[in-house]
């Protein structure tokens, strides 16, 4: 029997368990954290509890694909949003619902866009389109090389071409003609931790997931369910996750890896290894390699990084529903600064995510939970943050007064992660959310290779490898890794 270590119990390491588990390999995990689920975690205060990172999933296809392959159902219960959303615009008091029915939408927008259903038709179509024609030649392709990408890339049809050559924005732009409409629709780059004038229109594609295609869902008792059922079922297989673990080096011989080296100097030895963690900063930080030295990473386009409020608050907010964003109005101005400001921002732009909407048991009764989310320059452009509880305290007055609900009289409980506290817990590097950003220079061939140049038996899995993040991504990931297994190793 083969052994197999994993570093990292992300979503990615866990489904590539699941997976190799299933096929006869022993697994093992080193988690540097002391829970699993790396981003997908949850936090316990004072009788709430949180998701900490995402709140919702799009292409849960891609969950059945995962527990199918081992001959399971989905542990778990989805919930479709409808609404998907809702907006809330500086200086309006009525906020805009986002629905999946394009008559439901028009109808909401009637009074600044007539035309929304055949316009939203036209741009949804076009990305539809281009979902189809790259999802199976692309997305969930592993390449070998440069060429074999570019190959498959021109099988795609030539029409889509354009989407190449512009932002998102003025993709958007050329389809709808209010400012709000267009704003909604942008939405999905920061989603991909972008903005929409530096995300390619090709992503006008979430558009399409989010809106025609699957939807948005949560899941039944919050997202971390999904984490506490995997581990269940790897128990039962014998996975061992070893917690507290965080490998720092590794030792090699041959072109290959024999053993990794934890923080306390012990060493872990397997035939195979799959690094979990950051694949562009684990070959700089952990195998020293030159075109990964901090100061190229460093230089490469990362996401934004996440500012992370967490509340639990005495009273219900009538005014919230699950999926909240509160804009301000001055959108350009502001997707220009928030990237490489060395300040916070003075006027955030923000989500918040109420589970206690749908989920009692997370909230004691007759409370709320928030969760506030504002993207924020990542570590290289401002360092310090000792002025968190000044953002939070921002951010909570802005929402109070948006929601008519005073919230620091209410406050039970409050938790703020900010960028150094993402970067320090799950290794994140200089603490953007979402790793290398999706441009088209980062993404395919292009994007650290789920199989290291070097070593044959080391391989990465995850968002930051391809396809690329968010959690259908990531689990797409582990099945691209464990394709690559089988044909290097073959089924034990
Ligand atoms: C605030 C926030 C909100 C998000 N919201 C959504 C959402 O709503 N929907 C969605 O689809 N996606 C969302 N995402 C993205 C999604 O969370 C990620 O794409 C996904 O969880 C990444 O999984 P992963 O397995 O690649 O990595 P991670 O979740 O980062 O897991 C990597 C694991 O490796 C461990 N590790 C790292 N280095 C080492 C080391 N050297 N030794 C040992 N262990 C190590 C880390 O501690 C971590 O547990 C969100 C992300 C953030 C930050």
């Not at 990615?12 to 697994?27: F, K």
Request: hydrophobic content about 35%.
């Amino acid at each position: 029997m083969k052994n197999i270590i994993i570093i990292g119990s992300g979503l990615g390491g866990l489904s590539t368990a699941l997976r190799l588990s299933n096929l006869g390999y022993q697994v093992t995990i080193l988690e540097k954290h002391n829970t699993p689920g790396g981003r997908l975690n949850i936090i316990e205060q004072d009788g709430f509890r949180f998701d900490m990172g995402p709140s919702f999933m799009s292409m849960t296809y891609e969950l059945e694909e995962l527990f199918n392959s081992i001959g399971m159902k989905v542990p778990i219960e989805l919930e479709e949003l409808d609404p998907l959303y809702q907006v809330f615009f500086e200086g309006k008091e009525k906020s805009r619902l986002i629905y999946k029915d394009l008559k439901k939408l028009a109808k909401e927008f009637e009074d600044v866009e007539p035309n929304l259903e055949e316009n939203a038709k036209r741009y949804l179509d076009k990305a539809s389109q281009f979902f189809h024609d790259t999802i199976d030649k692309v997305v969930k392709s592993n390449f070998d090389n440069k060429l074999e990408y570019i190959l498959k890339l021109s099988r795609v049809p030539l029409k889509h071409l354009p989407y190449l050559q512009k932002n998102m924005w003025s993709e958007v732009e050329k389809h709808f003609k209010s400012e709000e409409v267009r704003v909604i629709f942008s939405l999905v780059a920061f989603f991909l931790g972008s903005t929409p004038f530096q995300t390619p229109a090709i992503y006008s594609l979430l558009n399409y997931t989010e809106m025609k295609h699957n939807g948005y869902w949560k899941v039944k008792g919050g997202m971390y369910k999904l984490v506490e059922e995997i581990i269940k079922i790897l128990e039962e297989k014998n996975v061992k996750i070893v917690y507290n673990t965080e490998i720092v080096a590794v030792g090699n011989n041959n072109g290959k890896v024999y053993e990794l080296i934890d923080q306390n100097g012990k060493k872990w030895t397997a035939d195979i290894f799959i690094s979990n963690s950051d694949a562009a900063a684990f070959r700089g930080k952990i195998l020293k390699r030159e075109k990964f030295s901090e100061n190229k990473l460093d230089r490469m386009h990362w996401t934004l990084a996440p500012f992370t409020v967490y509340l639990g608050v005495k009273g219900k907010i009538d005014k919230l529903m699950h999926h909240n964003y509160f804009l301000g109005n001055n959108f350009r101005g502001y997707a220009d600064t928030i990237f490489t400001s060395s300040i916070s921002p003075q006027k955030p732009y923000y989500y918040v995510n109420v589970l206690s909407k749908s989920e009692p048991t997370c909230a004691p009764e007759g409370c709320e939970n928030l969760f506030i989310l504002c993207p924020v320059p990542d570590l290289r452009y401002k360092k310090s943050w000792e002025d968190k509880d000044e953002l939070a305290d921002n951010i909570i007055d802005d929402l109070s007064n948006r929601v008519n609900f005073d919230i620091k009289s209410n406050l039970i409980t409050k938790k703020i992660l900010a960028p150094d506290d993402w970067a320090n817990t799950l290794n994140l590097y200089k603490g953007s959310g979402l790793g290398l950003a999706h441009d088209i220079n980062q993404v395919g061939a292009f994007r650290p290779k789920n199989k290291d140049e070097h070593f044959s038996n080391l391989y990465y899995v995850g968002a930051s490898t391809t396809p690329g993040t968010g959690l259908p991504m990531v689990i797409i990931s582990s099945k691209l890794v464990t394709e690559r297994i089988i044909k290097d190793y073959g089924i034990i």
